[in-house]
């Protein structure tokens, strides 16, 4: 990548800002000192996809938690459960109408996948989307509510939410033998973050198409398109976000996303935005 590819990126990426309702905390240099620090060290051995040009032929689906891994909590919700039974109504909606995409799933039942196991099927199968399904919660908040998505980034520290979607990290006992870089070495946070730069603006994109059908299709709150130190999503090769459907910690949004017509109406938005996105770049 040249130094005026960077340039180029950042304005691209300002343009994003204004267009998608989108809260950021990152600066410019950093595009730039990554790419820099690319050349410098020479760090090109892994592909990445020309995500503006390449066809979307794979995408991963990611029911986020699983097995003993139980998500957060509502009075009677399981984030686990509606993460599983929105992504599999997702891959239905991707299957009937856009049968040519080929699906792969991180789970399809109740059963517990490390994030680095995510990140290697995901990787492994050469995914050129990734699409990670989850539920919020606020502790002893009850009126926070509205569906959010995520790309990877922001500042040093993460935030809570963060911490608590990396938090099944800790009970992947193998999680530094799988991963081939270990995300947490200096080295490997390079290579990860260089992943998710040059695939910020797609990701971007993905993200915004997703939230504003949330807001269209179901006419319901949604928040904001943000970024966070989601490992995730710093872990995969190829644009990804991430979508938080609403606050089970919300009575009256926990109600609707354990209903079967929220969790269709959620899968469906949630299509209806991947379609936008995969249309706008046609
Ligand atoms: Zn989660």
Redo the contacts with the bound molecule.
Sequence with gaps: MTKFECIQQNSIFNKNLSKYNISFNVQSYTTFGLCILLLITGITSFKLHNSKTEKIKTIILDA??GGEDL??MGKHAI?KDI?LQVTLKLGAYIKAYLPDIHIIYTRESDIFVSLSDRTKIANDSFGDLFLSI???AVRKQTKIKGAETYVYGGTEESSELAR??NKMIYLDKGQSELFALDPETPAGNIKFQAYQQAYLQESIKLAGHILQQIGGHTKRPVRQVKQDQFIVLKTTNMPSTLV?MGFVSNPEEELYLLSEHGQDEMAKSIFLGLKAYLEEKD
């Design positions: 986020g938690h998500g957060c984030e993460s989850h539920c919020n608590r979607e938080e």
